[in-house]
């Protein structure tokens, strides 16, 4: 079983920070990428920033600039560090890995998910 634990959301200012954070564990032998995506009310989910293995990035127009992705390899952990929150980034952001585990297969895993809000 792989588990993918998430932290970090909570509600913040326009023009705030927020850093998210997300931990793999159980049954894994390779991750090939980590990644993070939202889903907004009433709109479909999508990708808000990935890093591969090595550390190579892409993000969506929409953060690029305020969002940065990283990633603890040892740990197994992938962070989004977001910056100058709009309230158009308010969201449930889940945290996603591609990776080898138990099953022998390559395949998807997800968190469940953690709620952005910006506010004054």
């Known amino acids: 079983q792989v588990q993918l634990v998430e932290s970090g959301g909570g509600l913040v200012q326009p023009g705030g920070s927020l850093r998210l954070s997300c931990a793999a564990s159980?049954?894994?032998?390779?991750?090939?990428?980590m990644g993070w995506y939202r889903q907004a009310p009433g709109k479909q989910r999508e990708l808000v920033a990935v890093?591969?293995?090595?550390?190579?990035?892409n993000y969506a127009d929409s953060v690029k600039g305020r969002f940065t992705i990283s990633r603890d390899n040892a740990k197994n952990t992938v962070y989004l560090q977001m910056n100058s929150l709009k309230p158009e980034d308010i969201a449930v952001y889940y945290c996603?890995?591609?990776?080898?585990?138990?099953?022998?297969?390559?395949?998807?895993?997800w968190g469940q998910g953690t709620q952005v809000t910006v506010s004054s």
């Open positions: 159980g049954s894994i032998f390779s991750i090939v990428y």
């Open positions: 996603n890995a591609h990776l080898l585990g138990a099953t022998k297969t390559f395949r998807d895993y």
């Open positions: 890093i591969t293995y090595d550390g190579s990035t």
